[in-house]
Each structure stands twice: as structure tokens, then as C-alpha cells.
């Protein structure tokens, strides 16, 4: 699947996880002020057969987790941060 979060004032907010690529393919864009959010890790392709890719760019633009950020534990993950995105983990970048 795809997840697109676009703009200034665009949020997802997750009570958990933010999964991108759980058993399949998925892509999450953050893009020119949007904001993704998690209360706990943000699993980037990280499981067996997965592929994910999460791409954060533009100032203003955000992921943030109060966990782990996992990008291809035991999948694909690619994780791309440009042109003044950030991704912050409150724990871990593994």
C-alpha cells in the first residue's frame, strides 16, 4: 500500500506502530511540513518478505517515534531523509 502525508498541518498519528511493508510492499511519503507519528517503532520492511520505503522531505517535515525506527530487520527497507525532513526515535535506529 501507499501512504502519502503532504503539506503543512497533514498528520497520521498512531496509538502503536507505524508498519510500512508488513508482508508486502509499502511506501510512506512525508512531504513539504507533513508529520507521521508513533507511539511505538516505526518498522520499515522489517519482516520476513517485506519490502518497505519511507521517504521524508522538505523542511517542516516529520517522523517521529518514541520507540525504535527498524528499517529492514529481516526484509527490505530503505529510509531517506532530504532537503531538511527528520526522523527522530526516542529509542534506537537499527
Known amino acids: 500500500g501507499t501512504v502519502t502525508i503532504s503539506g503543512a498541518g497533514s498528520t497520521l498519528t498512531a496509538g502503536d506502530f507505524i508498519t510500512v511493508g508488513y508482508g508486502g510492499t509499502g511506501t ?16 520499515i520492511g522489517s519482516f520476513t518478505g517485506s519490502s518497505g520505503t519511507v521517504t521524508i522531505s522538505g523542511a517542516g517535515s516529520t517522523l517521529t517515534t518514541d520507540g525504535d525506527i527498524y528499517v529492514g530487520v529481516s526484509g527490505t527497507g530503505t529510509l531517506t531523509i532530504s532537503d531538511g525532513g527528520v526522523a527522530s526515535a526516542g529509542d534506537d535506529v537499527r
Open 28 to 43: 510512506l511519503t512525508i512531504s513539504d511540513g507533513g508529520a507521521a507519528s508513533a507511539v511505538d517503532d516505526v518498522d
